[in-house]
């Protein structure tokens, strides 16, 4: 036997060269295959990251255009109403890199009716449903903008997101208005791959939709998704009902992956994006976040947020949500599109809204109003029906009125009962048609106006105001005669949508106020100077002065209320922000009697009745009249009402109000005094 170097025999070679092949080969394996994966994944990063442009490209771009295929300059195709069209069909596997529209419609609202819908794989439910206007950033009207990603570029619309495909992309555009749009131009481009695209890669999605009327105490709700993916952009647009902008104390609220707490919240809507104080400056537009609208006189914004830097990842879920003011107190017009990316299959869609009820609203109509459908009606024999206007527009209450198929010199009434107050104003509002009619309005045998029915369109936007209404039970009778029709009317419909009564608020005349006090906070708590005990809830003493700290005094001071019923008390309290302060006012009844309190504050409050609390509330808003009611039972002779109001920051004030049917009820707020009596 040989010592030292030995040749193995063949056999024992053979296993040796195999043992060796064999690794190399899974290792020339795994080699192949990740250049193939991330071979691809860096072509998808060359085609969308500008610091790739001087890379080669490995793929082929295909533009699908309108262009007029015959050589001629109709470059455009029309859609005709009610119908579809599917613009790009491509096989994949590939990726949308440009998607761009001209539009020519003469509907009004065609931003809105003309819906983009595009199909990932053969799905049969779209990835992509978003009204064309939504889509591209703004539904409301056109206004000229551009970031990376989207554009309003002087009469185009244009979108740069990647949005790849494996099997297949399907785009269509649906024409939802009742007229033709006789120009639609468009540009598709999209890069055609050679090879699979790596596992990894998600799908483009973007949803509507919109809450027309706020009156629940849930967040608005923008997205719910179900999968893996990222949130990558959306834009809100906002309508209040008040043409106020105190929804923008709303914060947003998002919630991954079923977590109790949101991951993401905010501190008000003009900050989530990235303005500050109420849009104060206006409008802008950047990069990656913007606000196209701001309408004070609507109470309208509509403003976009693109995550491009801070994209929001999700492995189950993402809720994704929006307060609708602080605390969801606001009633407002609410819609929005949300883009992201995430892995197939995608949670369905719910039910597109119709074309009626995506366009914008062209009357606000107040959040309490009696409904005609119902009202109790006596229509002497004409034929009267429940209309549902759902598809006419968003604007009618309840979606629906009451038609009165009339006739000339027909006559029907309307009885509204249940009345707590004397004195009113109302405004009636009624719809405006083709085959609409005129009717005279009597309350009591007296006339108060009459209804104009004639418009060449349907429109929601009939009123009849009338301001001096005295009601001496607890029910209001209208009496309507059909007066006459305009020529061009084809008949004599009387349309009725519903009827506002206003109270005629008869605000307390005046108060002695003092302050202000503390309102101490701790962070991450609320703040403690609703409920902090001060001189006035112990006693009260209208001409002494109290000593404050730091050798100073407060004392009573006697405050008037304005003409709108407003007491402010930034004026009057200083400093205002961060603290308490009281206003008080004293009833005589000459009976014992229940009453009702209405008012409204900024902040919070507390009411106190013959040193009793008797109602609470702690939170921001504007002050508004009637934004709250608490009954009080007065005892004969002299009561004592005490408010005690508390501001955070901006606006400090109240409203405040007595019901007083009998005119028994005498206010004074220099205190108990007999003199008071005698006068």
């Known amino acids: 036997m040989k010592t030292g170097n030995s040749v193995p025999l063949q ?68 859609l005709a109403p009610g119908r579809k069209k599917t613009i790009l069909y491509a096989d994949g596997p590939g990726m949308i890199v440009r998607i761009w529209f001209a539009i020519d419609s003469r509907d009004p609202y065609f931003l809105r009716r003309l819906v983009l819908r595009i199909f990932w794989d053969n799905e049969e439910r779209p990835s992509v449903e978003v009204p064309v206007g939504d889509f591209f950033g703004c539904g409301w009207n056109y206004v000229p903008y551009s970031t990376q990603y989207l554009g309003m570029t002087s009469g185009g619309y244009v979108c740069y997101f990647p949005m790849p495909f494996e099997r297949s992309a399907r ?19 999209y890069q055609k791959f050679e090879a699979a695209l790596p596992s990894d890669v998600a799908y483009f999605h973007a949803q509507w939709n919109r809450n027309i009327r706020t009156d629940n105490d849930s967040n608005y709700v923008l997205l719910h998704a179900e999968g893996k993916g990222h949130l990558v952009g959306m834009n809100l647009s906002v309508q209040s009902y008040s043409g106020r902008l105190n929804f923008l104390e709303g914060d947003e609220m998002i919630f991954v992956d079923g977590e109790k707490r949101p991951s993401v919240r905010g501190t008000g809507t003009e900050d989530f994006f990235s303005a500050g104080w109420y849009f104060n400056q ?32 999700f492995k189950k879920n993402l809720r994704f949500t929006f307060e609708h003011g602080h605390g969801n107190e606001v009633i407002a017009d609410y819609s929005s599109t949300v883009y992201w990316y995430q892995m197939e299959p995608h949670r369905p869609f719910p039910i597109f809204p119709v074309a009626g009820r995506r366009i914008p609203l062209r009357i606000v109509k107040p959040v309490r109003m009696f409904e005609a459908e119902r009202l109790r009606l006596n229509t002497s024999g004409l034929k009267t029906r429940v209309m549902d206007m759902s598809d006419e527009g968003p604007d009618w209450g309840g979606d629906a009125q009451v038609l009165i198929e009339g006739k000339a010199n027909g006559t029907f009434s309307a009885e509204i009962g249940s009345l707590e107050e004397q004195d009113y104003r109302m405004t009636l509002y009624y719809t405006r048609g083709p085959d609409y009619g005129d009717a005279e309005v009597f309350i009591n045998n007296v006339s ?21 209404i005295h009601i001496t039970g607890s029910s209001l009778n209208l009496k309507f005669v059909i007066s006459g029709k305009a020529p061009l009317s084809k008949g004599y419909n009387i349309g009725l949508d519903g009827i506002r009564l206003e109270p005629k608020r008869v605000f307390i005349p005046a108060w002695s106020v003092i302050g202000p006090f503390p309102n101490p906070r701790r962070y991450g708590e609320s703040r403690r100077g609703l409920d902090s005990v001060y001189f006035p809830e112990r006693s009260i003493d209208l001409v002494k002065e109290y000593p404050l700290t730091g050798g100073k005094t407060l004392r009573w001071s ?12 930034t004026d009057k309290v200083i400093p205002n922000e961060m603290v308490v302060s009281y206003a008080l006012t004293y009833i005589y009844s000459p009976e014992a009697v229940r009453t009702t309190l209405y008012f409204g504050s900024d902040d919070g409050i507390k009411v106190f009745l013959n040193g009793k609390a008797i109602y609470r509330f702690l939170g921001e808003r504007f002050a508004e009249p009637d934004q709250d009611k608490v009954d009080l039972s007065l005892r004969p002779g002299w009561n004592t009402l005490l408010l005690k109001i508390e501001n955070n920051f901006g606006a400090y004030g109240f409203y405040a109000r007595l019901t007083d049917r009998e005119k028994r009820l005498i206010i004074s707020e220099k205190g108990v005094s007999d003199q008071i009596l005698k006068k």
């Open 558 to 569: 006697p405050v008037m209320t304005g003409e709108d019923g407003y007491i402010s008390l």
């Open 282 to 313: 206006g409008v802008f537009t950047a990069p990656y976040s913007g606000l196209l609208v701001k309408d004070e006189s609507l109470g309208r914004i509509s403003g976009y947020r693109l995550f491009i830097m801070d994209p929001i990842p």
């Open 171 to 189: 785009i269509e555009i649906s024409n939802e208005t009742r007229q033709e749009a006789e120009g639609f131009l468009y540009h598709i481009e």
């Open 448 to 468: 108060i106006g009459t209804l104009t029915g004639y418009s060449p369109s349907l429109l929601p936007d009939g009123t009849l105001d009338y301001g001096n």
């Open 11 to 78: 056999g024992e070679m053979d296993r040796m060269r195999l043992s060796s092949i064999i690794p190399a080969a899974m290792i020339l394996l795994l080699a192949i295959t990740w250049s193939c994966n991330t071979g691809y994944r860096t072509d998808i990063q060359y085609l969308v990251s500008p610091g790739s442009l001087p890379y080669l490209k490995q793929s082929k771009l295909i533009q699908v255009s309108s262009s007029d295929s015959t050589g001629g300059n109709k470059d455009r195709i029309t």
